[in-house]
């Protein structure tokens, strides 16, 4: 059957008639407060800032920015909901508004997809079959663990810790405030919710959910602002346990914050992912596993798979493969169906990026990109790969987040685990082998928290997740996840 013109044709690339996601079902209101306490309210100092579509640098809507007196504000209200219905409540009925949560994320998955592209510029296909169904799965997850919570930590008995104050990161929102979120109320916590400053849309929508959910009054409250609300949510001294995922660099400020007091904390910070590829792995497949590591979510993505380490007998063959694979993905309008890398975050995560792209052909590196043409306005950045990099390359050492591959081979076995182990990064990494024993050996020697064989970028909430070295402490998910939100007596 021949194929309609309109709908595919192939002139070296392919091209497909656009199938932009409808946006008629969902609704961004002009203006958001603060979700304080069960409602939404005004900021104390009038204060708001614009988000927008990164996508076509568009203002989405205004929101509020939170001071130190309405975080304070926040951090009482949980605190009241704590002492009061929260941990009063039976476990069962605690777990039964989780499940609530989640199915209502269910409900309206659509209208979470599309606000979560439009606010953060990634690609419709991963906000709907990714970030949302993962929420929703966290939520059903911890949900099952409320009144179990003695056979999670059998002999022991597990008690809240109080208040969470959590901080989060732009580029999975939806999905790390329900990480943050589910596990903390499952263990009877209550808490207060910082998005990041360029991507509030979808926790405010959350937070509707969870008032929709009938939870008592100031159990979850959301706060948005930027940097100087996150900071005042940790330092708050209400706060009993801080959970925080962003840089590195703001990790350490926090660890510097907390050193001396009494609060619990995990952080979840940056990643130098290697990808290793040995000559007998299936190599197609291996390909495809390093586009989705890096080019997934734009390289957005912690635990990305920034770096290739090839074996070198069949590295003109994979890079081959991999430019051949890069002119075929689609970038563009985040919320057509057909595109495969979204818009980058914001402009500065653009300027981030290119500022990259200069160092690594500065220190020496090959810089090739895909030639696909990029929408004019918005914030925009080709698949790239960098060749002829050595180890200590700043575009090998330091995380970029963006689409941006650093790709270095190997010999041997020992090599290959020296040079994924060489930087100040743990948090992930991948094997690509025909041979069980390989990925069993290199397993047990790379030094990161979550290792993928023959795959990559896979989530699942029964899994926990976190880092060694600079990229963090404490893991979220899991069971283990469960321990991070609770004190453990005789
Ligand atoms: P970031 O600058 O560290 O920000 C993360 C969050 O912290 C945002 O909500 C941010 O607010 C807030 N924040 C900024 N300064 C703060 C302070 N002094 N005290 C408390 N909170 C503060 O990170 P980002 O640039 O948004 O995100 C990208 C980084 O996150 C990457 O480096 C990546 O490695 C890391 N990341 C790690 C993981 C993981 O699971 N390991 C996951 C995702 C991202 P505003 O942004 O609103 O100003
Ligand atoms: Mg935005």
Known sequence: MAIPENKLAFDGGWNYAPAPESTDHIVVKKRYGLFINGDFRAPEKGRYFDTLNPANEEKLSRVAM????????????????????????????????????ARMIQERAREFAVIESLDGGKPIRESRDVDVPLAAAH????AGWADKLEYAFPGRKAKALGVAGQVIPWNFPLLMASWKIAPALACGNTVVLKPA??????????AEVIADAGLPDGVVNIVTGAGDTGAAIVT????????????????RI????????????????GGKAANIIFADAAIDQAVEGIVNGIFFNQGHVCCAGSRLLVQESVADEVIEKLKDRMETLIVGDPLDKNTDIGAINSRMQLEKIESYLKIGQSEGGEMHQSSCSLPKSGYWCRPTIFTGVSQSSRVVQEEIFGPVLAIQTFRTYDEALTKANNTPYGLSGGVWTDKGSKIFKMTQGIRAGVIWANTFNKFDPTSPFGGYKESGMGREGGLHGLGAYVKLEA
């Open 139 to 142: 939520f059903f997850y911890y």
């Open 197 to 206: 400053e360029t991507t509030p849309l979808t926790a405010l929508k959350l």
């Open 254 to 269: 926090i660890q510097k914050a907390l050193a001396g007091t009494n609060k619990k904390y995990t952080l979840e910070l």
């Open 236 to 251: 708050h001294p209400g706060v009993d346990k801080v959970a925080f995922t962003g840089s590195t660099n703001v990790g």
């Open 66 to 101: 939170a001071s130190q007196a309405d975080v304070d504000k926040a951090v009482k209200a949980a605190r009241k909901a704590y002492t009061g219905p929260w941990s009063r409540m039976k476990a069962k009925e605690r777990g039964k508004y989780i499940f609530r949560i």
